[in-house]
C-alpha cells in the first residue's frame, strides 16, 4: 500500500501574510487571470493562482521555500488583472520577507543577492544608481568570478559600453530630494520584520 502523508493546514499563516499587507487574499475566486498575464509563469515552481490557493490553505513550508517567490519580476500584471483586486505582486514580496526573515534558505541565492543589493541602494541614495548597484550585486553574486571563469564578461562590458554611449545610465549618482524620507519609509516598512 503507497505511503500517505498528511498535511495539516496553518490557518494563521493567512493573517501573518496580511500583516504585511493587507493583500486581500481571502476574496480570490481561483479565475487564473493572474496566471494567465505572468510572463514569467513559465519558470515558475507554483503559479500565482496557486500560491494565493496554498497561502489560504496554510502551506507554509511549501510557500517560503518555492522558487516563485524570487522568480516574481514584480511587474504587477497579476495585480492589474485580478478582478477582486487582489495585490498578488505584493503578497509576492510578503512572502519573500517571510522567508528571508524564516531563515529559509533561497533557491534562487543570486535572486536574493539582488533583492539585497537593490534595497540597499535605494536606501543609501534614495534611488537606484545603476553602476554601484550592478557593481556590487557582480561582487557580492559571485558572478563577477563565474562569468570571468566562463568567458562571458566580455559580453557584458561590450553590452555596458554600448548601453553607456546611448545614454542608459548614469556615471554619477543624481541627487534626488526627499533621500531622508526613503531611509524613513523603509525604516518602517522592515521595522521587526526583516534583517534588510
Ligand atoms: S486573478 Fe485574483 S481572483 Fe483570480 S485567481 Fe488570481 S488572485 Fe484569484
Ligand atoms: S508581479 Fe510577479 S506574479 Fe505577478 S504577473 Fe508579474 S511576475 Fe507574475
Not at 159 to 183: C, T, V
Not at 184 to 193: C, S
Request: net charge positive; hydrophobic share 35%; with cysteine.
Amino acid at each position: 500500500m503507497p505511503e500517505t502523508t498528511t498535511i495539516y493546514p496553518d490557518y494563521q499563516f493567512i493573517q501573518e501574510i496580511e500583516s504585511y499587507g493587507p493583500f486581500g487574499a481571502e476574496a480570490c475566486f481561483q479565475c487564473r487571470k493572474c496566471t494567465n498575464g505572468c510572463p514569467v509563469a513559465f519558470a515558475m515552481d507554483l503559479l500565482p493562482d496557486q500560491i494565493i490557493r496554498m497561502a489560504l490553505l496554510g502551506q507554509r513550508d511549501t510557500l517560503l521555500s518555492c522558487n516563485s517567490i524570487w522568480i516574481c519580476i514584480a511587474c504587477e500584471t497579476c495585480t492589474t488583472r485580478c478582478p477582486n483586486k487582489i495585490k498578488i505582486a505584493e503578497l509576492m514580496d510578503g512572502l519573500k520577507e517571510m522567508a528571508i526573515q524564516a531563515g529559509i534558505p533561497c533557491p534562487q541565492p543570486q535572486i536574493r543577492t539582488l533583492h539585497e543589493t537593490f534595497l540597499e541602494n535605494v536606501r543609501k541614495r534614495g534611488r537606484v544608481f545603476e553602476l554601484s548597484f550592478i557593481r556590487n550585486y557582480m561582487f557580492e553574486s559571485g558572478e563577477l568570478r563565474r562569468k570571468w571563469n566562463d568567458g562571458e564578461l566580455s559580453y557584458d562590458l561590450k553590452l555596458g559600453l554600448k548601453m553607456a554611449a546611448k545614454g542608459r545610465y548614469l556615471f554619477r549618482p543624481s541627487k534626488i530630494d526627499g533621500q531622508e524620507e526613503i531611509r524613513e519609509m523603509l525604516a518602517y516598512a522592515f521595522a521587526g520584520k526583516s534583517k534588510l
